[in-house]
């Protein structure tokens, strides 16, 4: 018997790419149910060939739901995913508001997919698992290999975020601020504190008290409960004028030596991972390539020889992908693939 999985948020813009990625990926599913707010109540989204009508989440009754998928923000996930945790249904949040609490796994699978099972073994376990901001997924899924390999002891992350992260109004504020350019109409920054077009913004998110953004913050408290809590990790989280896609340029100092060639071989074989490293003109990724894709494309990687044991490398995905919509997918299917999770209508048969 297949599962019944409900999103919350299907109106937007990860929830449109869950509801594509579980179609697109034959998700083993008997109902899926698209849910949000009062006042998408009745609009309907696409579904494979199909289209799903919204139901509004505060009248969904949840007990024989086996995942809910949550992209709706914080707030909401503050209220909701711990009433719909407590119905039996296992709630997967991509929103901030539960990955640092260190009773909820925080999951890549191809990074830390054994501690889903830790989890699950545990009789008191809180039902709901943290979807990790879209910049450190990716980011992740290319350092794991190289980490087994050599021990990364500090990255120093450089981040180019395209305006979808901010959602739907920021990728219209990018095409209307681009318009208003040409027709030289006067420019108002609403969604972004500056202006985005034709320009780039070093602020992502709320400023912390020593000076780093808390999307920067996100990068380097999420590494360590994922990776290794030993890794040194400084980011630097900017907004560039792209619509989907986010690029990084990471420089890594290891432990151990590793060359080039022999972190693009590790790379080359690594889950998740696609390496397009020529050393030619268009031998790389740019973020307009990655859009619509799964991997994680990693290019430009070159050994540092300002530091012993060092190497850079660039690392674009598409953020609504990787960064959230299928990583979030991803850990439902591992719960499943890996015989944690039974369907509630299977186990009550
Ligand atoms: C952004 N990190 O790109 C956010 C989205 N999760 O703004």
Known sequence: MGYKIAIVGATGN????MLDILSERGFPADEVVALASS????????????TLKCQVLDHY??????????????SLSKEWSPKIAAQGCIVIDNSSQWRYDERIPLVVPEVNAAVLEEWIAKKDRINIIANPNCSTAQLLVALK???????????????????SGGGKDAMDELFTQTRAVFVSDPIEPKKFPKRIAFNVIPHIDVFMDDGSTKEEWKVVAETKKMLDPSIKVSCTAVRVPVFVGHSEAVNLEFEGPITADEARDILREAPGCLVVDKR?????ITPVESAGEDATYISRIREDSTVENGLNIWVVSDNLRKGAALNTVQIA???????????????AA
């Open 145 to 163: 290999p190289l980490h087994e390999k050599a021990k990364i002891k500090r990255a120093v992350v450089s981040t180019y975020q395209s305006v």
């Open 39 to 50: 006042r998408s109540k009745g609009k309907e989204v696409s579904f494979g060939d199909s």
């Open 14 to 17: 990860v929830g449109r790419e």
């Open 61 to 74: 009754d949840f007990s024989d739901t086996d995942f809910c998928l949550m992209s709706a923000g914080g």
């Open 333 to 347: 299917e591992t719960l499943i693939n890996k015989g944690l999770v039974k369907s509630r209508a299977e186990a």
């Open 280 to 284: 030619e003109d268009g031998g790389y």
